[in-house]
């Protein structure tokens, strides 16, 4: 899954440089707006829905791969 999710988000943001430990706000382009699109993109590509609460609390590669490791 953490794979997974982290070429999800690299390829939306462009970078590879982004890791397990990378969060909101490490680069520019993953601010609030970007972060819906991590959600969004996620929805999308695995089928895997979240709640608000859950999009707002999970700011980071590694808070997304848990909440969605459990959903799972």
Known sequence: ???KILNIVRE???????TNNSKMGD???WDSLGHINIF???EHELG???DP?????NDSIKKIVTLLTNKN
Not at 12 to 18: A, D, I, K, M, P
């Open 40 to 42: 969004m993109s996620i």
């Open 1 to 3: 899954m953490e794979e």
């Open 48 to 50: 895997i829905s979240c």
């Open 53 to 57: 609460e859950e999009v707002i609390e």
């Open 12 to 18: 939306l943001f462009n970078n590879n440089s982004l």
């Open 27 to 29: 680069i520019d382009e």
